[in-house]
């Protein structure tokens, strides 16, 4: 599935990539036509908080009633099959575009305890974001294991 999170839930969207899912995140102040729009167009399911919205996306659209992160992870597990562990840490969090493995100089611009870790070792095409197997990644892939139902 490719989602399209409204602009209210901006952390639901980043939790989405973590776990390797295609999620769009809606511009600021992208009208109610424009996100039904560019669902159909890139054929995503829509994730809002505006229950009319997601009426008017009929069996497209999800809408989540709660403002709590973990809540709408579940919410939207309720609503569709989310596979919390389809490919985590695949893609970038902010802008959604597939990772590539680091190269050696990227590697070498990281800080030091970083750059000693056992990687992997990823990077942005787009945004020259790198990323690396941190603490950070470790809380996150245990909230996706909670997700996901694991032991």
Known sequence: MRWLCDEMLVRLARLLRAAGHDTALASGGAGDAALLRQMREEDRILVTRDRDLAASAGGQGVWLADDD????????????????????????????????????D???????????????????????RLFWPGSHVKRLAARLDRLAGAP
């Open 69 to 104: 992160l973990d809540a709408q992870a579940a919410e939207l597990s309720a609503a569709r099959a989310v596979d919390w562990r389809l490919a985590p840490f695949t893609r970038c969090l902010m802008d959604n575009t597939p990772l590539r493995p680091a190269t050696a």
């Open 106 to 128: 990227e590697i070498a611009a990281m800080p030091p305890t970083a750059a000693a870790g056992p990687g992997p070792f990823n990077a942005c095409p787009a945004c020259r």
